[in-house]
Nanobody, 127 residues
Framework: QVLLVESGGGLVQAGGSLRLSCTAS????????MGWFRRAPGKEREFVAG????????TYANSVQGRFIISRDNAKNTVYLEMNNLKPEDTAVYYC????????????????????WGQGTQVTVSS
């Protein structure tokens, strides 16, 4: 069983930055696609960013393009989300996800593409 644990959330002022981390345990995750999603109050879970198995391909939601950067360190079983120029509308619970069913050649951006999820970490951006 793989366990994903997010960290790095918190309260930040608009324009500030945060770095989220997601560490996997229980299995080497270096061959799998990983993603970050978020759920704001009263809204559906939405895709934020995704990365393929070796970090060679990434995809971002339009709302975060140019502000967020996803990366991974397979030696540490960890994927990161660097969030810059944060806006109040970025306030949400952020979730890390992994697709453990297939080799992660492509980047995945749909909720149903992922089968393993972390518990989430709260990010709050004040205006």
């Amino acid at each position: 069983q793989v366990l994903l644990v997010e960290s790095g959330g918190g309260l930040v002022q608009a324009g500030g930055s945060l770095r989220l981390s997601c560490t996997a345990s229980g299995r080497t995750f270096s061959i799998y696609s990983m993603g970050w999603f978020r759920r704001a109050p009263g809204k559906e879970r939405e895709f934020v960013a995704g990365i393929n198995w070796n970090g060679g391909r990434t995809t971002y939601a339009n709302s975060v393009q140019g502000r967020f950067i996803i990366s991974r360190d397979n030696a540490k079983n960890t994927v990161y989300l660097e969030m810059n120029n944060l806006k109040p509308e970025d306030t949400a619970v952020y979730y890390c996800a992994a697709d453990l069913r297939r080799h992660g050649v492509v980047v995945l951006s749909n909720v149903e593409d992922y089968d393993t999820w972390g518990q989430g970490t709260q990010v709050t951006v004040s205006s």
